[in-house]
């Protein structure tokens, strides 16, 4: 069964640093697409960062500089690492796998992140 | 990287058809056919509706269909029924090798 599960969310004080894991199962992550999406509580979805299956790697304006999308191909998890963080990062994460054609086709339960003093 | 553009809310009767709008650019929406849509109940994670502006993934009722005419694509939902009452986004690829979201949109069904 083809299934992600996120971890590592949780409490951070402003400026601080949190990792993000996506485990992956049923489907290798390096010969994938991969991608980052949040949702501030209320709002709506905001496309985070990708990492395409060459090792490339694009982030969103708004944590470009802060945020950083890998992968381990031997734990088939993708990481997000998240530095300098700021109340406006505060959302739910969602790891995704991706295409180019078929868009975010699986998508894990997501992981809270509270940016907050 | 602006959020393409979507009604706040969109409402209907059981039975009818109600269209979502999704407005962008000539660098995404207009520039490419890797569109797609996404369906999110409260609390629940996104699901995948539509791909490449108007295909459907396995198990998506054929109820559920979508267009592109220049920068704007469209999602069709006919036959509406209470189940499909959830938030919907739009998303493209972009000219930057990266993806962009719409601002969502709450169905609403009367």
């Known amino acids: 069964e083809v299934q992600l599960v996120e971890s590592g969310g949780g409490l951070v004080q402003p400026g601080g640093s949190l990792r993000l894991s996506c485990a992956a199962s049923?489907?290798?992550?390096?010969?994938?697409?991969m991608s980052w999406v949040r949702q501030a509580p209320g709002k709506g979805l905001e496309w985070v960062s990708v990492i395409y299956s060459g090792g490339s790697t694009y982030y969103a304006d708004s944590v470009k500089g802060r945020f950083t999308i890998s992968r381990d191909n031997s734990k088939n998890t993708v990481y997000l690492q998240m530095n300098s963080l700021r109340a406006e990062d505060t959302a739910v994460y969602y790891c995704a796998r991706m295409t180019l054609s078929d868009g975010f086709h699986v998508w894990g339960q997501g992981t809270m992140v509270t940016v907050s003093s | 990287q602006s959020a393409l553009t979507q009604p706040a809310s969109v409402s209907g009767s059981p039975g009818q058809s109600i269209t979502i709008s999704c407005t962008g650019t000539s660098s995404d929406v207009g520039g490419y056919n890797y569109v797609s849509w996404y369906q999110q109940h409260p609390g629940k994670a996104p699901k995948l509706m539509i791909y490449e502006v108007s295909n459907r993934p396995s198990g998506v009722p054929d109820r559920f269909s979508g267009s592109k005419s220049g920068n704007t694509a469209s999602l069709t939902i006919s036959g509406l029924q209470a189940e499909d009452e959830a938030d919907y986004y739009c998303?493209?690829?972009?000219?930057?090798?990266?993806?962009?979201f719409g601002g969502g949109t709450k169905l609403t069904v009367l």
């Open positions: 998303s493209s690829y972009t000219s930057s090798s990266t993806w962009v």
């Open positions: 049923g489907f290798t992550v390096n010969s994938n697409y």
